[in-house]
């Protein structure tokens, strides 16, 4: 409003005894504690030492308590549906059939394995020899294959003087040759064929390893790793398959080392 307008007494412009133009024109009064300028009050919220702190927070926990009895009260519900009439025996029964079905899993294999005819080449140390007793305990049709004829011949008499086998078990037959030579095994398949007529399954296990430096290694020894490890498996498999294939019956396993996969020093070849 304009003072020049205005008429009747002249209006008190003062506040606390301090004139309110001066004030002003200083700018806002400083905290001098905090030299922050005093604002306007936020509007009110309770906190802990207001009176309507405690029936806020009785309020919040009994929200909080509904909403846990919600929870309880569903997870008992779906508990009953579990374990009602028509669930409970569905459940039962689905196991029952699983474990049924393992069982008959493993007596048919067990069943399969007795009387077949199993192969297994790299018969006389390691995993094959480990190989041998298992399948022998088994009641399984054994032809062990390998190089040495004296090793061969040991294997079969401690199989034969083993008592670890429950049922009736097959004197085996030992088939000796070279899987480096392709020659002899075009001659070991016709040998392997004879002892049975058949092959149920031919365990690829015969392998040879070698340690040194990549340039201290020979290309012999190279060839001669991949002679036994990979080609001398792939000619005895292909020379076996055609029976295989007649049959419409039989198992390959191909075994292999782990240093195949990972990279270990002195150990390229």
């Known amino acids: 409003m304009d003072e020049r307008a205005t008429s009747g007494p002249e209006m008190n412009h003062s506040v606390g005894g301090v004139d309110l133009k001066q004030r002003l024109a200083r700018g806002p009064r400083m905290d001098p504690t905090n030299l922050v300028p005093y604002l306007p009050r936020a509007k009110w919220s309770p906190g802990p030492g207001d009176q309507g702190w405690h029936a806020m927070s009785c309020q919040v926990l009994k ?3 509904k909403h846990t009895r919600r929870k309880s009260l569903l997870k008992v519900g779906v508990m009953d549906f579990i374990t009602s009439t028509a669930i409970l025996p569905l459940l ?8 049924l079905f393992k069982l ?8 399969y ?11 006389t140390s390691g995993l094959g020899r480990e190989c041998a ?11 062990l294959c390998g190089r040495n004829r004296e090793a061969l ?3 079969t008499r401690e199989l034969a003087a083993s008592q670890a086998a ?4 097959h004197s085996p037959y030992t088939v000796t040759f ?3 030579d392709p020659g002899t095994i075009v001659a070991a398949t016709a040998e392997i064929l004879q002892c049975f007529g058949h092959v149920d399954v031919l365990i690829n296990n015969a392998g040879v390893s070698y340690r040194g430096a990549i340039v201290d290694t020979t290309m012999d020894v190279d060839k001669r790793v991949m002679e036994t490890n990979y080609f001398g498996p792939i000619a005895l498999t292909k020379a076996l398959l055609p029976s295989m294939i007649q049959r419409r019956q039989g198992h390959v396993v191909a075994i292999s080392s782990i240093q195949g996969k990972i990279s270990l020093p002195f150990r390229s070849a």
């Open 166 to 169: 429950k049922v009736q078990t």
């Open 153 to 155: 011949d040991e294997l």
């Open 178 to 180: 070279d899987l480096t």
């Open 104 to 111: 008959l899993q493993r007596l048919r294999m067990k069943a």
């Open 92 to 99: 039962c029964g689905c196991v029952g059939i699983f474990s």
């Open 63 to 65: 929200e909080s308590q």
């Open 133 to 143: 007793k298992v399948f022998y305990a088994a009641g399984a049709r054994l032809v």
């Open 113 to 123: 394995l007795r009387n077949a005819v199993v192969v297994i080449t790299g018969a």
